[in-house]
């Protein structure tokens, strides 16, 4: 017994000498390397849910009647009216992911736009607007940012399917002056034809003051009543001779002007107002009445009038942590 006591001791004593000979340190020399320094390169990642369209983008693919013929280019985006009809040509307001043109919000320059609004629903749901993408001349569009899904979450109310966000470009302190002049004809002489105009003047006003104002004039005419003429479907009685309808032209006449006054360093407040006028351009109602005589008479008068007067006072603040800016503002829309 006494034998087997003296084993075990034995045993976790070899142990514990062991454990204490691999902790001693060794006589390996200590290499000293030559200094690494390690560097981070900046990178410009976009966020997910969100695409960016330049001004460089619009130059390079001119935009025939509003911008939202640009904005379908992006993931996710359509150009559709509140249904599947599209009666009256309706198919050009955004639609993102599927949510409709109700649950997509229009911004300019961060402020909300609905003007839209102030036309009411048919009984197909539809309103016969254009949207609110064509109150701001192409050539006039610094950027566009589209959120789509959890980026436009923080938008609330009417921005269920995204935000689009049409940033406008500013005045700078040195005079800058431009013209511009649009037109396209399309290769069908059915399809409505473009013609746009407009100018945009910066300039300072003293040490602290500077301006922006532009102007637009712009025109679409409708298609032809007979553009689908040959397309319809096959039809019976009274409707035998019916066809469906082009799309409605618009006429477009748009002027802004801000002042914006710079009194501290990365301080500054931009007074705006803007006045704008819209009318569509009758291209025929519904799909079973175009060939009637007077539908065709009233072809190319103008129908659906808006009017929009915006004012806003923003102010704008930089500071060591991040920026910030107010708004205050008043939008007025009537037919």
Known sequence: MNKKIHSLALLVNLGIYGVAQAQEPTDTPVSHDDTIVVTAAEQNLQAPGVSTITADEIRKNPVARDVSEIIRTMPGVNLTGNSTSGQRGNNRQIDIRGMGPENTLILID????????????????????????????????????????????????????????IITKKGSGEWHGSWDAYFNAPEHKEEGATKRTNFS?????????????????????????????????????????????????????????????????????????????????????????????????????????????NYALTWNGGWDNGRDHQQLGAVRTHP
């Open 201 to 309: 003047l910066t300039g300072p006003l003293g040490d602290e003051f500077s301006f922006r104002l532009y102007g637009n004039l712009d025109k679409t005419q409708a298609d032809a009543w007979d553009i689908n003429q040959g397309h319809q479907s096959a039809r019976a009685g009274t409707y035998a001779t019916t066809l469906p309808a082009g799309r409605e032209g618009v006429i477009n006449k748009d002027i802004n002007g801000v002042v914006r006054w710079d009194f501290a360093p990365l301080q500054s407040l931009e007074l705006e107002a803007g006045y704008s006028r819209q009318g569509n351009l009758y291209a025929g109602d519904t799909q079973n009445t175009n060939s009637d005589a007077y539908t065709r008479s009233k072809y190319g008068d103008e129908t659906n009038r808006l009017y929009r007067q």
């Open 110 to 165: 961060g402020k909300p736009v609905s003007s839209r609004n102030s036309v009411r629903q048919g009984w197909r749901g539809e309103r016969d607007t254009r949207g609110d993408t064509s109150w701001v001349p192409p050539e006039m569009i610094e950027r566009i940012e589209v959120l789509r899904g959890p980026a436009a979450a923080r938008y609330g109310n009417g921005a269920a399917g995204g935000v689009v966000n």
